[in-house]
């Protein structure tokens, strides 16, 4: 195998909630640490923006989608082109794309697995279009090997904080909120937990005609529907034995607007209850799911809820006072391009024929080298 060298990556990936395209200029070390040199949201033209949420509510053409498969190409490529202008042409590109659909579950036709996930942003468009070498599709190898194909960012995870000498549950709260459990004594472990800021954005949006809750400041003015969270917390998912995954699909548009419809009167209260919501699924996440298993000493929060103050007050309320509650930041990793920085390692891990999938986390049946190289 080539010898390790360290490596310049502009890491691409637009999550579920869709607020934009996060591309970050990153260092990539041979001991899998990764220095963010530089980081932008790239905001998608708005009638692209649109058709991506039409896609979301299966609303869209197979036309729709093959061109859209361009079409969040070329957006990627100038979000990288952006920081090439900058700083130069990087080593190559690791690029997430944008999942548009999602599918972990085990059906079959004609005895064939159904199982299978779709990330639009052809890669051949973001080679051509900035020169760079691109690597893309990384859940794909993992969902052949019965994977779920997420979550993917514990590998980052236990390479980051595996020997911290403390037990650790990293959570990233985006559109879908996912956690991944590093122990000292224990094998990682991970699993989507279950809503992050899909409903939350959507509620905001479809009552005060924002794009999100800043700081959580609608939330902090609400009051909290004991009876309709407790409605909320009944979902099925949230009973599921690990791992399991979730997106858009399960948590859509018409999943949010049906219990829309035994929601209190009050907006802020209702955006006060969802933000609950997240908050309240991820501690009994823990409950059900990990405190049987391993003692956690600290919960790490990354993603935009790490902004969302009201959430954090709130999972400091329903979390164990023993338990530390802290962000990435205080460990010097960017809450906004943590999963950049992840996917940026995935990549280097990919460029080098390195297993990058952990199957005690996606429940694949073995380790695997995710990730396809499109070369210029």
Same mark, same amino acid.
């Given at each position: 195998?080539?010898? $390790? ?31 963010? /040199? ?23 053409? /197979? ?20 920081? /090439? ?20 579950f085990d059906t079959s036709i004609d005895n064939i697995s159904l199982k299978s996930t779709l990330q639009l942003g052809e890669s ?14 990384? =859940? ?11 979550? $993917? ?19 990233? /709260? ?31 949006? &479809? ?53 829309? &419809? ?53 999972? =400091? ?7 530390? $509650? ?51």
């Amino acid at each position: 195998m080539e010898e $390790l060298e360290s490596k310049k990556v502009i890491a691409l990936m637009s999550g579920t909630s869709c607020d934009s395209i996060d591309a970050g200029l990153c260092e990539v070390f041979p001991d899998k640490s990764v220095k963010l /040199i530089q980081g932008i949201n790239y905001k998608y033209p708005e009638h692209v923006k649109s058709k991506i949420f039409q896609m979301f509510r299966m609303e869209a053409s /197979i036309k729709d989608i093959c061109q859209m498969n361009f079409v969040i190409g070329k957006c990627f490529a100038d979000a990288a082109n952006v920081l /090439i202008s900058e700083f130069g042409k990087p080593d190559f590109i690791s690029s997430h794309g944008q999942t548009v659909y999602h599918y972990p579950f085990d059906t079959s036709i004609d005895n064939i697995s159904l199982k299978s996930t779709l990330q639009l942003g052809e890669s051949s468009v973001i080679a051509q279009n900035t020169g760079c070498m691109t690597i893309s599709n990384f =859940r794909e190898a993992d969902m052949v090997q019965n994977g779920q194909g997420a979550p $993917l960012v514990c590998f980052a995870d236990e390479a980051w904080f595996k020997n911290k000498g403390k037990n650790y549950a990293i959570q990233n /709260i985006g559109g879908i909120s996912n956690v991944t459990v590093v122990s000292q004594d224990f094998d990682t472990f991970g699993f989507d937990t279950g809503l992050g800021n899909i409903m939350i954005d959507y509620c905001v949006n &479809k009552y005060f005609s924002l794009p999100y809750d800043k700081d959580g400041e609608i939330a902090s003015t609400g009051i909290i529907s004991d009876s309709w969270l407790e409605c909320l917390l009944s979902d099925e998912y949230y009973y599921l034995e690990p791992p399991k995954s979730t997106g858009r699909e399960y948590f859509s548009s018409q999943y949010i607007e049906n219990i829309l &419809k035994f929601a209190p009167d009050e907006p802020k209260d209702i955006v006060a209850t969802v933000t609950a919501l997240t908050a309240k699924t991820i501690a009994q996440s823990y409950e059900r799911f990990i405190y049987p298993n391993v003692g956690i000493h600290e919960v790490v929060i990354c993603g935009g809820g790490a902004y969302n103050k009201t959430l954090m007050k709130m999972l =400091r309320t329903y979390l164990p006072k023993h338990i530390d $509650l802290k962000t990435c930041e205080d460990y010097g990793i960017s809450n906004n391009f943590k999963e950049v920085m992840a996917f940026a390692l995935l990549g280097y891990c990919t460029y080098y024929g390195i297993p990058n999938n952990l199957p005690c986390c996606t429940g694949a049946d073995r380790r695997v080298v995710m990730g396809k190289i499109t070369p210029v």
